[in-house]
């Protein structure tokens, strides 16, 4: 038996955990090209500080990229998984990201190699011209686990560090709205056995740092900044409240500082080692310091993110609960029409049913019950719900349960001399009319019933059935949605099926 639909959630995080141990870094440029925008908002550091506290909301598109052949995107439930936790990471920042979109795309070349020409030619040809887009590859270079690039101002992420827990998606973001490395310019990657690592050496630079300037192919020649900040803004970062880094976090992966270093006045280095624009590791949860928070909030307030602030939601209402699962219990004796019951959850807009086992089958579903009608027989099966709303899922644990079906139907067709009964549509949306399709072999009168689960009788009338082809309507404009029985019966027989009101 097959569980890669109820493990997909697993398998990702598992993807996550290999994509952290393989230590990809960013590949975003850090050049004083890249600079230019903050040095210029600086200026509008103190006018965002005295605005009032208002949330600035975020419309945000994710593009799932798969072959050209469709093969190997992502799970949608990752992706609203990814938005929700990118917006507790992101909750003391008064910025909120909702989905304006998932866009697929099927295309080899951006899958595999989004920053070749042709891969940036169908970036620019199906981002959005009015939300901040999110590209999830395969593969964004070597060594590289996302980046920010300001030509095409888009962001890319491997599939493997979408919600890591090194908040790659969370460092990119900050990338876009301007801000640097903490140790810009200690942050060469080794992107071949000829390139030597970035990041604080203890044999090459000793326990002083007496230079005064250090250079990376993605930034250039940096000034070193000093721990009495009075080269701090135009050093490193050039943000004033993030202390020096020298690349502590990537020379040793870690996130407790495990050198005794000094600058070159003598004053000892205390990096801030779980800022999420730092390359350290393990310090889940990572922080942006205050003046990184107004600088990412003066860049959202620019007239370069304008198209960012046509949106209409302009409330903060996350799903913050798992829904608590009713039905089915531990056996559903009928294998063809298994009816899944969960309580509403607020805030959700929507939900995505997964089931898993002998079949893998995965169902967005609008209210907090469906009809389901594609399983088998003697089938063992795990199901689950997520809750989802444009600001991604609840970010808790969903629960899960086991079940195992039957041998047994949901109809009973014993009617003498009736054929070829059937129920259109099925599930049915309120409003709509129930069709009874039968073939009858003479004319016959008969009773048809809408009976709800306790067998209580919602509707009923009378109806001939005439010799040959019939077609018998039930309304259901007075109908509330659920799971109901439809019954016909005759002198002939009885027949009854199930029906879902939607």
Request: charge should be negative; glycine fraction near 8%.
């Given at each position: 038996m097959k569980y890669t639909?109820?493990?997909?959630?697993?398998?990702?995080?598992?993807?996550?955990?290999?994509?952290?141990?393989?230590?990809?870094?960013?590949?975003?440029?850090?050049?004083?090209?890249?600079?230019?925008?903050?040095?210029?908002?600086?200026?509008?550091?103190?006018?965002?500080?005295?605005?009032?506290?208002?949330?600035?909301?975020?419309?945000?598109?994710?593009?799932?990229?798969?072959?050209?052949?469709?093969?190997?995107?992502?799970?949608?439930?990752?992706?609203?998984?990814?938005?929700?936790?990118?917006?507790?990471?992101?909750?003391?920042?008064?910025?909120?990201?909702?989905?304006?979109?998932?866009?697929?795309?099927?295309?080899?070349?951006?899958?595999?190699?989004?920053?070749?020409?042709?891969?940036?030619?169908?970036?620019?040809?199906?981002?959005?011209?009015?939300?901040?887009?999110?590209?999830?590859?395969?593969?964004?270079?070597?060594?590289?686990?996302?980046?920010?690039?300001?030509?095409?101002?888009?962001?890319?992420?491997?599939?493997?560090?979408?919600?890591?827990?090194?908040?790659?998606?969370?460092?990119?973001?900050?990338?876009?709205?301007?801000?640097?490395?903490?140790?810009?310019?200690?942050?060469q990657i080794a992107s071949d056995p000829s390139v030597t690592q970035g990041g604080y050496d203890p044999a090459v630079h000793g326990d002083t740092i007496t230079i005064t300037t250090v250079a990376s192919s993605q930034s250039g020649s940096v000034l070193i900044e000093l721990m009495d900040g009075s080269n701090c803004t135009e050093a490193a970062d050039e943000i004033c409240d993030t202390p020096p880094d020298y690349g502590f976090g990537f020379s040793c992966n870690c996130c407790t500082m495990i050198y005794d270093v000094w600058d070159s006045n003598g004053d000892k280095v205390e990096p801030m080692m779980d800022n999420v624009m730092s390359y350290s590791n393990n310090c889940n949860p990572y922080r942006f310091t205050e003046e990184q928070t107004v600088a990412m909030l003066t860049s959202f307030d620019s007239d370069r993110r304008n198209y960012l602030r046509g949106g209409s939601v302009d409330i903060y209402t996350p799903v913050t609960e798992a829904a608590v699962l009713l039905s089915p219990g531990l056996l559903a004796d009928n294998y063809n029409g298994v009816f899944f019951d969960w309580e509403d959850v607020p805030n959700a807009e929507s939900y995505i049913l997964q089931i898993d086992g002998d079949k893998e089958?995965?169902?967005?579903?609008?209210?907090?019950?469906?009809?389901?009608?594609?399983?088998?027989?003697?089938?063992?099966?795990?199901?689950?719900?997520?809750?989802?709303?444009?600001?991604?899922?609840?970010?808790?644990?969903?629960?899960?349960?086991?079940?195992?079906?039957?041998?047994?139907?949901?109809?009973?067709?014993?009617?003498?001399?009736?054929?070829?009964?059937?129920?259109?549509?099925?599930?049915?949306?309120?409003?709509?009319?129930?069709?009874?399709?039968?073939?009858?072999?003479?004319?016959?009168?008969?009773?048809?019933?809408?009976?709800?689960?306790n067998g209580k009788v919602v509707l009923t009338q009378n109806e001939t059935i005439q010799r040959g082809e019939n077609q018998i309507k039930l309304k259901t404009s007075s109908i509330t949605s659920g799971l109901y029985v439809v019954e016909v019966q005759t002198a002939n027989g009885r027949m009854t099926d199930k029906v879902f009101i939607k």
């Open positions: 639909q109820f493990f997909s959630l697993i398998v990702c995080l598992l993807m996550v955990s290999i994509g952290t141990s393989q230590n990809h870094r960013c590949g975003t440029d850090q050049s004083d090209a890249f600079m230019t925008e903050l040095r210029e908002n600086k200026k509008l550091f103190e006018a965002t500080r005295n605005k009032s506290r208002v949330d600035r909301f975020i419309p945000i598109t994710f593009h799932s990229v798969a072959t050209t052949q469709g093969e190997g995107r992502v799970n949608d439930l990752v992706i609203y998984s990814a938005l929700c936790t990118m917006n507790e990471r992101y909750a003391d920042t008064e910025m909120r990201f909702y989905l304006e979109d998932i866009n697929y795309v099927d295309n080899t070349n951006l899958y595999n190699a989004p920053g070749g020409q042709q891969g940036r030619a169908a970036i620019d040809n199906v981002k959005s011209p009015n939300s901040l887009n999110v590209f999830i590859v395969e593969d964004a270079g070597t060594g590289v686990g996302g980046y920010y690039t300001r030509g095409l101002d888009v962001v890319v992420i491997l599939k493997t560090t979408l919600a890591d827990d090194r908040y790659t998606l969370e460092h990119e973001i900050g990338h876009f709205f301007t801000l640097g490395h903490t140790h810009r310019g200690w942050d089958l995965e169902y967005r579903v609008s209210g907090s019950e469906f009809f389901v009608e594609d399983l088998d027989p003697n089938g063992t099966y795990f199901w689950q719900v997520a809750s989802v709303s444009k600001f991604g899922t609840s970010c808790q644990t969903e629960e899960v349960r086991l079940f195992t079906t039957g041998t047994g139907t949901t109809s009973l067709r014993d009617i003498e001399g009736v054929t070829n009964i059937g129920i259109y549509p099925n599930p049915v949306s309120t409003g709509l009319d129930i069709n009874i399709f039968l073939t009858a072999e003479a004319a016959m009168s008969s009773k048809v019933s809408l009976l709800d689960l």
